[in-house]
T-cell receptor, first 116, second 114 residues
Framework: AQTVTQSQPEMSVQEAETVTLSCTYD???????LFWYKQPPSRQMILVIR??????QNATENRFSVNFQKAAKSFSLKISDSQLGDAAMYFC?????????????FGKGITLSVRP | NAGVTQTPKFRILKIGQSMTLQCTQD?????MYWYRQDPGMGLKLIYY???????DKGEVPNGYNVSRSTTEDFPLRLELAAPSQTSVYFC?????????????FGQGTRLTVV
């Protein structure tokens, strides 16, 4: 079974600085998708960024980028120029690319606070 | 598009009562999921469905039941509510393509069992 591990329960960053959130996963599959979701106090789950495992290039979305290391099974999220609105809980998630087993598995999440 | 709609948003149940959490999506997604999120924790999968008429258990299915009679709807039934079921419940859907999509979530249902 696939597992997703986020070992840091909390992190803090100064406004305008850069922060990296860590995520590792365990799988025996070669084709899968990885995601970072943001959950602000409103509870809404918001997709931040996604990565297809077959793509070597790291995904980027404006201030958000990932460092995807397939061999190490690592998928970290870098937030540049942190803003107060980035304060939220962040979840790393895994989903198999095979249609027969597309359970979406989440890590425990990390609470990010942004200091003004 | 409405996306994924969950009702109700809040509910208080007494121990032993039953209720159904409704979830509907209008994106013609084949996969649907139910998760629970306990305070300060991640999302745990309760049940999921790969299409109409097909459901399967996730990590924490005890005390819950689901059905999927249509592509759009995936209700979650709580029988004999217990305090341990106090949580926030999320419904989500996705398409396993191609083209594939990320999962879209409802706004959650905060359930308290007293």
């Amino acid at each position: 079974a696939q597992t997703v591990t986020q070992s840091q329960p909390e992190m803090s960053v100064q406004e305008a600085e850069t922060v990296t959130l860590s995520c590792t996963y365990d799988t025996s599959e070669s084709d899968y998708y990885l995601f970072w979701y943001k959950q602000p106090p409103s509870r809404q789950m918001i997709l931040v960024i996604r990565q297809e495992a077959y793509k070597q290039q790291n995904a980027t979305e404006n201030r958000f980028s990932v460092n995807f290391q397939k061999a190490a099974k690592s998928f970290s999220l870098k937030i540049s120029d942190s803003q107060l609105g980035d304060a939220a809980m962040y979840f790393c998630a895994y989903r198999s690319a095979t249609g027969a087993n597309s359970k979406l598995t989440f890590g425990k999440g990390i609470t990010l606070s942004v200091r003004p | 598009n409405a996306g994924v709609t969950q009702t109700p948003k809040f509910r208080i149940l007494k121990i032993g009562q039953s209720m159904t959490l409704q979830c509907t999506q209008d994106m013609n997604h084949n996969y649907m999921y139910w998760y629970r999120q306990d305070p300060g924790m991640g999302l745990k999968l309760i049940y999921y469905s790969v299409g109409a008429g097909i459901t399967d258990k996730g990590e924490v299915p005890n005390g819950y039941n689901v059905s999927r009679s249509t592509t759009e709807d995936f209700p979650l039934r709580l029988e004999l509510a217990a305090p341990s079921q106090t949580s926030v419940y999320f419904c989500a859907s996705t398409f396993t393509g191609p083209p594939w999509t990320e999962a879209f979530f409802g706004q959650g249902t905060r359930l308290t069992v007293v």
